[in-house]
């Protein structure tokens, strides 16, 4: 047998491998260490482009696959196709027309991309939030993470198979859907939030339609979590896969369920309270395992956990108004001001500075997708080409939110 | 905000850092030179008195003048936010250490912060483009940049004078004000 060669980036056998691979343009020039270190290929290894347009990357993603036979060695995430310059846009937009320009960040679960700007702009501002529209924050806010969690659920079993849970839990998410629908005026991005307080008192509707969904939703929750708790191939499936330790975990920055999937009992609800959170009782759910299946089984139990905040919401929410009372033009004096929510991703959080003018300085928009994609490079190598799609999935990026 | 915690920032870093230790509503906020900054980040993060083994986010910042880099830390030892402002990275020379070293999650927030504002992260073994193209030749988030989309220059936009090219002498008597009120 010969020795096995290292092709060189500028080796044409290369650039025509890279083409045969499916990377239509040949890369060019590394450009960084670990670039040249991901295109140069050992013998039998080959690279397999996946995306942008594949029908479980969970939004546009491209990922470059660096595959030994059926195993894959390595990989690269190509992010920006998504890309929408919010930073930039929030740059120039009144304080008020930011919100409405958040939402499609994490489109599945809108309210909180709101949440912590909004917070942020509250502190730069001195603003006190009256207490109803703090409960009504949370009651929304915990209503938009089951949806988010059942979309979960259905995707992940879609990625490894599954297609009945997606139908459960569509209907679980599109009930709360309509019920925010109800309250906000939109169903998917509900510009809801407002700089000292939120746009409209729950009305009529979306009380008799939680109501109703309240009474039920414990069952019906555990029904549609049930086609996968306790399903022998899904579980099998997904234990032992993609494990994350808790000191990688947090070295990559990891927040959320993928966090305390891994040991860490890190929540921001309680780690740095906000809004009435310390009011209210509820418990961190944590697993030990770190694969995918611990963080499949965290986000339900997490639903089960937002369910009992919904519920004390509705016997403690006070009466009063829901907006501070704050001038149509917001200057906020010169300053900075950092906010984090837990979102049902993990930390959604904004840095922002303010000159004195009517547009932020500076508006940092952070958002945990982002750090857990990053994680994927590091959980694949040695898996399956087929448990890519797995293991991303159980991390629950959302695209939207990745590339801002 | 934690009083306490204020002194012992200021007991711990001492010639560190480069202005007084501020703190308003839940944060605590500390500048350091940026060359000090693995030093600074290693000692928050192995002191067990600190323990900031918690990185919330990285960000870069143009000033107008200069470049920062924003760190936003938690620990268990204090109820606020620890933010640590790298201050006064030069424009011409817009260079400052990684912390990948420490938090390899950075990595890819230092990839941001490089296509966003050209800063170049030490030590990043990954430091290219992560959302633009790389062939993009300027950096989007940069005062300076000018932005071509006439849209942006109505009234209705809002653009600053820090943004138009064609005016630095504005650009000037902007940042002077903002940072005469912000420090």
Redesign the interface.
Known sequence: MTTPTRPSLDDPALTIALEHAGIFEPI?MA?????QEFYTLGDGEMLLNMGPQHPSTHGVLRVVLKISGEQVVDLDPV??YL?R?V??IA????FHHIISQLDPLEYISSLFCEWSPVMSFE?LLDVQVPRRAEYIRVLTGELNRIASHMLFLGWYALDLGGITPILWSFAERDEIMEMLAAVTGAKLLFNYFRIGGVNGDLNHEFMSRLGDWMGRAGAQLEAGMGLLNENEIFVRRARGLGVLDRETA?????TGPNLRASGVP?DIRR??PYSVYPELEFDIPTRNEGDSLARYLLRMDEVRQSLRIIDQCLHQMPDGPIMARLPRLLRP??????S?VEGPRG?Y?C?A?S?????P??L?I?DPS??HL?LVG?LMPGNLIADTMAIMASLDPVMGGV?? | MDRAFRALIERTFGDLLTGPVRQ????T?MRIRPGDVPAVVRTLHDDPALGF?????L?G??TGTDFQV?Y?L?S?VT?D?L?VIADGIPRDQPRIPSITF????????ER?AYD?FGLVFEGN????R?????DFVSF??RKDFH?PDDA?RSPG????PM?DAATPADAAA?TV??TA??R
């Open positions: 060019p450009r960084t260490e670990r670039q992010l920006g890309h310059g930073e930039k740059e120039n937009s009144d502190k947090l070295r990559m920055c990891t890190f780690a740095h004096r010169p300053g900075r001001a950092y984090a930390q959080s840095y500075m000159d004195g003018t009517d547009q300085f500076r940092r952070h982002f750090l990053q590091l590339d801002k | 308003r509503h839940d944060e906020e083994e918690y990185l919330g986010d960000a910042v143009d924003v936003h938690w268990v109820p936010w933010r420490l938090w390899k999650g950075a990595e890819w927030m941001e966003m073994r990954d430091l290219r992560i959302y633009l193209p790389d989007p988030l932005l942006s936009g809002g653009v600053r943004e902007a004000r903002r009120t912000a």
